[in-house]
């Protein structure tokens, strides 16, 4: 199916989690038109913005399991993330056939233990990991002088509304891929301003929970003091980040 016909059907662009679960339930959406949707749009888009390093080759497979999952499954006994493609910031772990690199080529190749905790808990949640979102390299924290959004492995990353204006970082990707519908909901990673800052830029809600109350387990740090997994969506904001 068209990545046109999809988005005829059903309005993806600017869709929350919540409308994007009603369609799921309406028959008016699966997983894997949804998959395909956000897929062709990183391939359209990303060229110029950079805001995906790259993507999960099992992706469209892990949405036909969901889809499947949904067929013989009674309504309303699927957790609340079923079916629903998410990006993770370069610096968070996923133990699968993707890299976690913080968008450094000094980790390219190199294999995590296991997921991030943040990862389990998206998979129990029935998240599908749609890909790793760039970054400014190592968090911002490979030079004082690199610009905000870049890293050696996805280039420059761009803001979707102003391809000239600073996209801020670290958590660049995750805020350039919201804003430019490669996907609904992304997670990012804060020390100093790292989720909020390129939110407010790109024209999307960032969310940067209490230190503390989100797991950094298998995530590249930078200070226990500070360091806190949130995410990033579209308006209307309605992810309360209780699957984190």
Not at 118 to 144: D, H, P, Y
Request: aromatic fraction near 6%.
């Amino acid at each position: 199916m068209s990545t046109d016909r999809s988005d005829d059907e059903f309005p993806i662009r600017e869709a929350t989690i919540n409308d994007l679960q009603l369609a799921f339930k309406q028959n008016k959406l699966t997983s894997w038109q949804l998959v395909e949707f956000y897929l062709g749009e990183i391939h359209r888009l990303n060229p110029v913005l950079n805001g995906v390093i790259e993507v999960n080759p099992d992706a469209l497979s892990q949405a036909d399991e969901a889809d499947c999952e949904r067929r013989v499954k009674a309504p309303g006994s699927l957790p609340g993330l079923h079916g629903i493609p998410i990006l993770l910031k370069d610096n968070i772990a996923t133990k699968d056939k993707m890299n976690t690199t913080a968008g450094s080529y000094a980790l390219l190749g190199s294999v995590v233990p296991r997921d991030a905790g943040v990862v389990t808990k998206l998979r129990e949640a029935g998240a599908i990991i749609l890909g790793k979102a760039s970054l400014s390299e190592w968090a911002n924290f490979r030079s004082s002088n690199a610009p905000n959004g870049f890293c050696a492995r996805g280039g420059q990353g761009k803001n979707p509304y102003v391809l000239s204006a600073d996209p801020w970082g670290s958590s660049s990707g995750s805020a350039i891929s919201v804003a430019g519908n490669l996907v609904a909901v992304s997670l990012g990673t804060e020390t100093d301003g790292s989720i909020l800052s390129p939110s407010s830029s790109n024209s999307v809600v960032g969310i940067k929970p209490t230190v503390g109350l989100t797991s950094r387990a298998g995530v590249i740090p930078l200070t226990p003091r500070q360091d806190s997994v949130g995410y990033v969506e579209p308006l209307p904001y309605q992810f309360d980040g209780c699957y984190l």
